[in-house]
């Protein structure tokens, strides 16, 4: 503990930086090592230069969308009174006529050099979106073919976030919109040979009410409450439910922005949600009503697939999130009222989905119960249960209800609902453990089942596996350097690319040593010390998990300029966060005694920024339907050269490993013989006997952790091209390296 760096000496190393203008997490050093941390490449790819004019997505969606008073107009002639909810005025929602696409200019329009560059390989083609409708946060599946990691997806003239599986997948993300109207339109998909292929089909995002708070946290039976937010107008909700009540809305205002409602006798305390026409449900946030006698007091009711979240609170945590097919532990803490002195309480917990029918079981905790509260981390006196992820899936929901069969008036009940957008897909990783061992025959140790219990405990995933790989003889001399440790990661992705591996592969190269860690920003590989502060432990429990962030692409606080936890200390407040001990138990411990696990500082803890960060990368990117089976079969694969790298930025220096035969599908074709780079994009020249193939890199950060070297890794899978006599890489103009044999 007591090499803890601090804090201030971060802060030096920092100053008299300028900002990197590509997006690279910036590195530190210290004296004695260096930990490398992945890489940052933003959504919409890497370069500055060069692309098409694409306007930003939530720009180009807001401008495409009619301001929501407008619709709401026609329901009130002034805005600022009420008007009775009417439900048999409502049309069917329209749509607006779908923008023109950008027009999808080549990427450069420039001549054609004088070198006899070869051409792109073959055409694209999109043959279905599924599902072709969705709201915001969903992710979509396009199937089709001649998809690369560099293709671009173009939505009513914005870019989507999107992330290539294959030459015939690819997933995009659905994003919110500004309107109180579904959005329709083709999309078009742009390579970076320019080919292009435009959708016969639209893809529609479904126009959603947006609440944002309720007026009070408490109320009777009765009483009048009111809902803000966007979009709250009779087009958009049917109909509002607390519990298994449904009733109407009693009115809202003509600019859609406050709705209100009566709490209706009888109901109980908990989510207030919206239903909308198509049958979405829409959390407003949570109502504690009032009984009329004396009651048992449900002190909170939580749950869990990481950070412990309190779902009864008056405010609904913005870092919720439900990880579909993931257990969720459910857990509640009671007071009995004065009055009732101890009691002996049956608590039942009844759940359900879209799909499965509702379950009813009991909770596990104590026989009996004082009127004593229980405290935030006494498990044992709490009740809990664990529902199985196979229910925690679209249409998820739970109720609590609490009884003593000799006080049968003070019966409790709680039920819930998620926020719109906190549950979504399921996600996979499989992560190989990579020993290696030095020439002194010294082998790092590795521990699986503590790795892969705290990847479990700490991040978003429905399923992990963890397997390992024979040991790999590292080359090194007596120091380890730098260079040795961004080889290991080039050689970790060698080892990646040559074993047909899936996009949810991770490679985790373990080092015998007490020394630096490095891993590629939204990459796929990781190279980790067996030592950290003292333990094998801290290197699975502080360095791994950091560095696997990085890969899941968080920044330090100090690079990310949305973090909470930017200006250093601890967490502080919020949802008691999760904790492997040593004997592989789970706990969960107090936010104002941990840092964020993506800072330097420690001890430190998942932090829920961190989490659902972490999860909204994950189901973009890492779905549980790519589990093994179903791409491997459908995406067969062929044989391509593995290229990969690293760029030493500031220095201007690029190291290229030598290239490798793989069973794969290329993930990248050939620049267009007649585009011309932007003096900002890295491009990779590769000379052979029959002419010169141009391939865009992109590079990703890697997170050098305490080093001031800012540096990159590249790697892509291409079209085998022969013998090659010579390799160049470029940016812009500049030549990095120049490279005549491997
Ligand atoms: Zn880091």
Sequence with gaps: MQLALKKSDMNNTLSGRDEPNWGLVRLRRSLCCLLLVPY???????????????????????????????????????????????????????????????????????????????????????????????????????????????????????????????????????????????????????REDNAQVTSNASLTVQALPQPSALSV?????????????????????????????????????????????????????????????????ISAGTL????????????????????????????VDKNVRLVSQRDLLVRLRLKPAESLGQIKPEVLLAYGNDAQAVQVVSMAGPATLSTTSVAENDMANSYTYSIPGSAVDKGFFFAVKVSDSRYPDATKIFNYTPPAGALSGGTYIRVHLVPTVRPDG???????????????????LSTVDVVVEPDFHWTVGSQISNDDILDLLSDMNTLRSSSQSNNYDFYVGVMACYCSSVAVFQGRALVVADTWYGSNANAVTEAAMHEIGHNFGRLHPWDDANSPYRNGGVIGSGPWLPE????????????????????????????????????????????LSAKPKLLRASAPVGQALFITGSINLDSGKARLRKPTSVSASPDTVAMAADSTPGSQDYVLEINTATGS?????????????????????????????????????????????DQSSM
Aim: hydrophobic share 40%; net charge negative.
């Design 40 to 190: 940052l490449l933003t959504a919409c790819g890497g370069g500055d230069g060069g692309s098409p004019a694409v306007p930003h997505t939530s720009d180009a969606v807001a401008a495409a969308s009619e301001p929501a008073a407008q619709v709401a107009s026609s329901h009130s002639a002034n805005s600022n009174q009420v008007t009775p909810w009417v439900t048999d005025a409502l049309a069917a929602t329209q749509t607006l006529p779908a923008s023109p696409v950008a027009s999808s200019a080549p990427v450069n329009s420039a001549p054609a050099t004088a070198k006899a560059m070869l051409g792109a390989t073959a055409g694209m083609a999109v043959s279905d979106l599924t599902p072709p409708t969705g709201i915001p946060g969903d992710v979509i599946t396009i199937t089709g073919a001649g998809f690369t990691n560099a293709t671009r997806v173009i939505w009513r003239g914005g870019q989507l976030p999107s992330h290539d599986l294959s030459a015939n997948q690819m997933l995009i993300l659905l994003p919110q919109i500004n309107s109180a109207q579904d959005l329709n339109g083709t999309v078009t998909l742009i």
């Design 217 to 281: 946290t408490n109320a009777h039976e009765g009483d009048q409450v009111r809902i803000d937010g966007k979009y709250l107008i009779p087009p958009l909700i049917k109909s509002m439910t607390i519990g298994d009540m449904e009733f109407l809305p009693t009115s809202a205002n003509g600019a859609g922005t406050q709705l209100f409602f009566t709490v209706p006798k009888g109901a109980t305390s908990g989510s207030v949600v919206l239903l909308d026409w198509k049958g979405h449900r």
């Design 288 to 315: 504690n009503v009032i009984p009329p006698t004396p009651s048992i007091e449900i002190t909170s009711v939580q749950f869990s697939q990481g950070p412990l979240y309190t779902v009864s609170g008056p405010t």
């Design 442 to 460: 010294v082998r790092a140790k590795i521990d699986p089942e503590h790795f892969k219990r705290e990847l479990m405990a700490v991040y978003p």
């Design 580 to 623: 492997v001990g040593p004997d592989y138990s789970l706990s969960f411990v107090d936010p104002s005694t941990r840092y964020d696990i993506m800072s330097y500082d420690i001890p430190d803890a998942i932090s829920p920024y961190t989490f659902s960060g972490a999860y909204d990368y994950l189901k973009a990117n890492l779905p």
């Design 693 to 737: 193939y141009r391939y865009p890199l992109q590079p990703k950060t890697v997170v050098t952790e305490r080093s001031a070297q800012s540096l990159a890794s590249f790697e892509l899978k291409v079209a085998p091209v022969g013998q090659i006599q010579r390799m160049r890489v470029r940016r812009g103009d500049t030549l990095l390296l």
